[in-house]
């Protein structure tokens, strides 16, 4: 009773703070693969489209953000233009809409775990509670990743795999299922497989269990037929992605070709050359790494049983000789070596790119709780459980770069108010040391905007200052003419906040959104430890004035 109690409290603290909402920014890809595009298809709204959405290189399937994002941008508009209550639509609205879609659907991971625990030997509710308290279900799957999608599909995977891969003690017949098992199998895989391609690595330990527990004498011939099983569905689902990829993607300028999104992407992320480009790794970190970032003592936990297992084998070659181990039906005896499969094999074939980020384990999230939490023996390790995933959660949700979507928010406010509306009023707002900013989210039109984003990522100061010159001198900002009435923000972390100054500019006003913690700039220890420690971890925005004119930059460094 205690554990669907808990479950059912963290499942409604999954919801609130998604609604509050979560102020951390993990990657920008939870953005610029999804709702920044969506906004500007749909709502008509200024945003910035990613190189993987232009027809001349398209990486990236269209369905699932049309089908998350964009159905809730689609409800949104629709309210808009039928609604009794117009001007809902806000950067809040278009921030929490794809993410609560994106919750309801999180439930679904909570519906498979439900029934896929008493077929692999974990307790049900002790699974449920690893589930929705882990900080990778609070803050990675109420977020608008492909991941979150490619770990949704891996669970229904394995929920209509496992059906069949149901252990008892003897061997016995399994019963056939219905006709259409296949082909909603098939049309997983093929939609995981647009989706990410990677989802491979995931479904392929599955597919193995679902043909090798098929029949009665596992074989090539039998794995074939199995495999020919999944065809029908898998190509009608590739049929209905390419033809929305090829719509989509097509242009007046270009012939009407068929579209391989799946295709793409494995050309572009196969050259060494482009994955170098955003970071390589050594081939452990999935390993030594990511897998304890996310998942913590679950992941020591899983280590150890693969070495118990490990050992177990050995001992078994020893005794009994390496042919019988192999033996398929031992090799259905118990769940627990199939569960290590469904967790290491994935990570092992990841591993072997050397583009190693931690959000693409996510998925193994599902056989990691089952494992965990097997019937015959309580969770262990409660108390650091809880205080791992509370910093995750903490830091994931609320503390990495969290102060850009709130100042994202009070520049919408700034832009929307203007001090003088009878003044046409030009805005440049201007980003320094920050992830990208999601421009859909200062709920611009997309026709005539007068409020110019720039993103100068890493600039050096000497580059701040010299931009900073050029936008003061923009025919419409200059000093003689007053027809227009032009507004500079600067956006900086506090850590660089210092190169903001040596620039000169007149500091008008200044917002501190806290908190902020950019690691690419993180602040030292010392000034963490000084009575200036909350401007360090808090995200300046900076209106500058004109500079005087007997004013220069400061030497710089």
């Known amino acids: 009773m205690a554990s669907r109690v808990l479950w059912g409290s963290l499942s409604l603290l999954r919801l609130v703070w998604c609604l509050l909402p979560q102020t951390g920014y993990v990657h920008p890809d939870e953005f610029f693969q999804s709702p920044e595009v969506m906004a500007e298809d749909i709502l008509g709204v200024e945003a910035t489209r990613p190189w993987e959405f232009h027809p001349s290189s398209s990486c990236r399937t269209v369905v699932f953000p049309l089908l998350t994002s964009g159905s809730a941008f689609w409800l949104l508009r629709l309210w808009e233009e039928w609604g009794p209550w117009p001007g809902l639509v806000s950067g809040y609205v278009l921030l929490v809409g794809p993410r609560l879609l994106l919750t309801a659907l999180s439930f679904a991971l909570d519906v498979a775990v439900y029934h896929l625990a008493p077929l692999w030997g974990a307790?049900?509710?002790?699974?449920l509670v690893l589930l929705s308290g882990s900080y990778v279900t609070l803050v990675f799957y109420t977020r608008t990743f492909s991941n979150a999608i490619e770990g949704l599909l891996f669970a229904w995977l394995l929920a209509l795999v496992s059906r069949r891969v149901a252990w008892s003690p003897t061997?016995?017949?399994p019963a056939p299922g219905p006709w259409w098992h296949g082909w909603l199998l098939g049309g997983i895989v093929a939609a995981g497989f647009f989706n990410r391609p990677t989802f491979l690595a995931f479904a392929l330990v599955p597919l193995f269990l679902w043909?090798?527990?098929?029949?009665?004498?596992p074989g090539f011939k039998s794995l074939t037929k199995e495999a020919l099983g999944l065809l029908p569905g898998a190509t009608v689902t590739a049929v209905v992605f390419v033809a929305v990829d090829s719509w989509y993607f097509?242009?007046?300028?270009?012939s009407s070709t068929l579209v391989l999104t799946p295709a793409n992407f494995l050309h572009y992320n196969l050259d060494p050359q482009n994955l170098a480009r955003h970071g390589t790794h050594l081939r452990l970190t999935h390993l030594a790494v990511n897998g304890f970032l996310l998942f913590g003592i679950l992941h020591a936990q899983a280590l150890?049983?693969?070495?118990?297992?490990?050992?177990?084998c050995l001992q078994a070659c020893a005794q009994m000789g390496f042919p019988r181990v192999l033996d398929a039906r031992s090799l259905l005896s118990s769940p627990r070596p199939h569960l290590l499969l469904l967790y290491f094999l994935p990570l092992a074939l990841l591993s072997a790119f050397s583009h190693q980020e931690a959000r693409f384990l996510i998925p193994l999230l599902v056989p990691l709780v089952l494992l965990c939490s097997p019937q015959?023996?309580?969770?262990?390790?409660?108390g650091t459980l809880v205080l791992f995933n509370a910093l995750g959660a903490f830091?994931?949700?609320?503390?990495h770069q969290g102060g850009l979507v709130p100042g994202l928010e009070h520049l919408e406010r700034v832009v929307h108010a203007p001090v003088l509306p009878s003044v046409p009023t030009h805005y440049t707002l201007l980003f320094t040391h920050t992830y990208m900013p999601p421009r859909h989210l200062l709920h611009l039109s997309g026709l005539g905007s007068h409020v110019e984003v720039v993103d100068m990522s890493g600039a050096e100061d000497r580059v701040l200052c010299q931009a900073l010159n050029n936008f003061t001198r923009q025919p419409a900002c200059q000093v003689a003419t007053r027809s227009w009435l032009c507004r500079l923000f600067v956006v900086t972390p506090g850590t660089t906040r210092p190169a903001t100054e040596k620039c000169s500019f007149h500091l008008k006003s200044e917002t501190l959104v806290f908190p902020h913690l950019t690691l690419e700039d993180p602040p030292a220890l010392s000034s963490l430890l000084s009575g200036a420690w909350?401007?360090?971890?808090?995200?300046?925005?900076l209106e500058l004035g004109e500079k005087p004119d007997n004013m220069t930059e400061k030497p710089l460094p």
Not at 376 to 382: G, L, M, R, Y
């Open 123 to 127: 307790e049900r509710w002790n699974a």
């Open 171 to 173: 061997p016995k017949k």
């Open 211 to 217: 043909g090798i527990c098929g029949t009665t004498n």
């Open 250 to 254: 097509s242009s007046p300028s270009r």
């Open 304 to 312: 150890q049983a693969a070495w118990q297992q490990l050992q177990a």
């Open 376 to 382: 015959t023996q309580p969770v262990p390790w409660k």
């Open 395 to 399: 830091f994931f949700g609320c503390l």
């Open 534 to 541: 909350r401007d360090h971890l808090s995200l300046h925005i």
